[in-house]
């Protein structure tokens, strides 16, 4: 197997590639912006798992490039994970066009640009397997994070088409609905220790998911209750909570 990951120097993408570096004994290739650093990430889990594993460029809000990106890819993938994202500053939002626009780009209009041309060529090949990593903000949203809930309920639903429309052609599509995760992009915010999940159990729960032929899987499991509470809120209530 050949596992491509973008956003590889992400927390979660690194530790789903540990988890496929392990028990799939797949080749990893880790894309990000951050090559040097990418690259030492390579070499260990060349060391650590006894893999192949390669560093590449990849710029998920530079569209122009994916194309080229991805021809360019040497061994070809089996399976992709979306691992890329950006949370941004809701209140730098609400002020600036240019924060809203850099949020939506990375979480969702650059997932559209490089997952269009992952699915033909799996379509085309008539297998592959692609994991997109989208967020319980996009469940419903809330005035603390709306800009990127909404780019995050555009990924979930782009998601689930894709997943439609590649399942006659062998392809699966499994969305992935993390909650809060212990990781650099939410190191500075205090949350619910409860509803905190570590990289790595997130990454289990993914391969677990992934070997059951899951389309959707909530990480941590409890999320899939907490969301169902708080979309059956009436809006009347949810409009007057501080969430």
């Known amino acids: 197997m050949v596992l491509l990951v973008l956003g590889g120097n992400s ?106 041309i992952v699915a033909a060529e799996f379509e085309t090949r008539g297998r592959g397997f692609i994991i997109g990593i989208s967020s319980v903000a996009g469940e419903r949203g809330r005035q603390s994070n709306y800009v990127y809930g909404s780019a995050k309920a555009a990924l979930t639903a782009y998601l689930s088409g894709l997943r439609n429309r590649l399942w006659a052609s062998n392809v699966r599509v499994m969305t992935v609905l993390p909650g809060f995760v212990r990781t650099k992009m939410t190191a500075n915010l205090k949350l619910p220790q409860r509803l905190l999940a570590e990289p790595l159990d997130v990454a289990n729960e993914i391969y677990h998911a992934y070997r059951k032929g899951k389309d959707i899987v909530y990480s941590k499991r409890l999320w899939r209750w907490v969301m169902a509470v708080i979309r059956m809120l009436p809006e009347p209530l949810f409009k007057r909570l501080r969430l």
């Open 11 to 116: 927390d979660v993408g690194f530790a789903i590639a540990r988890r496929f570096a392990e028990a799939e004994g797949a080749y990893v290739i880790l894309a990000s912006r951050q090559v040097d650093q990418l690259a030492r990430k390579a070499k260990d889990l060349e060391i650590r798992y006894q893999i192949h594993a390669k560093a590449v460029y990849f710029d998920a809000c530079h569209h122009e490039s994916h194309a080229e990106f991805y021809r360019s890819l040497e061994p070809r993938p089996d399976g992709v994970v979306l691992a890329f994202g950006y949370l941004g500053d809701q209140l730098e939002a609400q002020r600036d066009f240019s924060e809203a626009r850099r949020i939506v780009d990375t979480n969702f209009l650059g997932a559209v640009s490089i997952l269009e």
